[in-house]
């Protein structure tokens, strides 16, 4: 099974919305953080937001918001009053466990388009 | 720099080359990871550091495939014998997290584009 699934492969939204980037995970581990990055076309990965399992509120960071929904292991970016530079592959990626376990699994992204 | 730095940013080997790849991290930071994204892909981890030991390799395909951080800054990920499903953008990777489940976020360079001919 997959571990992170995103099943938007595109997405083209007029710029001003909002918009809403699906993500749902699967672990059994009950310590986990999600991550979502944003990667232009240029190729660098930037952190965007992060929500840890234990956390009991949603994430937010300005412009971006994660709906945390954990019965549903689902971790939606929400991006509001969209910018025509928000145009990117946006990766949605988990962290498992407490003990020396960094790496991230990443999901197969979602190309994001703002339309003018 | 104040970020991760990577070089080349591009690089074309003939098949059955061998080819390295440096990651400067972001000082101070004591994790270090290697990413492969292959085109239209989302990136796969490939190996982990946390100063100058490697404590996670599971993601090297092959033994072809050797990373090292000898001082616990400066990492090298050397492909051997290079073969054309080796071509991808190599991905390096550096946090402030020791482990125990940190919630400091990777912070990725522009990667390596290696193309194998």
């Known amino acids: 099974a997959q571990k992170i699934t995103q099943t938007q492969p595109g997405m083209f939204v007029q710029e001003k919305e909002a918009v809403t980037l699906d993500c749902t995970y699967d672990t059994s581990d009950p310590s986990y953080g999600l991550f979502w990055y944003k990667q232009p076309s240029s190729g660098e990965m930037i952190f965007l937001i992060y929500q840890g399992s234990y956390d009991q509120q949603n994430a937010t960071e300005g412009r971006y918001s994660l709906n945390f929904q954990k019965a549903r292991k689902s971790a939606n970016l929400v991006i509001s009053a969209s910018q025509l530079g928000d145009s990117a592959m946006y990766f949605c990626a988990m962290r498992e466990g407490n003990f020396g376990n960094e790496k991230l699994t990443f999901g197969t992204g979602t190309r994001l388009t703002i339309i003018p | 720099g104040a970020g991760v730095s990577q070089s080349p940013r591009y690089k074309v080997a003939k098949r059955g080359q061998d080819v390295a790849l440096r990651c400067d991290p972001i000082?101070?930071?004591?994790?270090l990871f290697w990413y492969q994204q292959a085109l239209g892909q989302g990136p796969e981890f490939l190996t982990y550091?946390?100063?100058?030991?490697?404590?996670?390799k599971s993601g090297l395909p092959s033994d072809r495939f050797f990373a090292e951080r000898p001082e616990g800054s400066v990492s090298t990920l050397k492909i051997q014998r290079t073969q054309q499903e080796d071509s991808a953008v190599y991905l390096c990777?550096?946090?402030?997290?020791?482990?125990?489940?940190?919630?400091?976020?990777?912070?990725f360079g522009d990667g390596t584009r290696l193309s194998i001919l």
């Open positions: 990777a550096s946090s402030a997290g020791t482990g125990g489940g940190s919630n400091q976020p990777q912070h």
């Open positions: 550091f946390q100063n100058e030991a490697q404590l996670d």
């Open positions: 000082s101070g930071h004591v994790s």
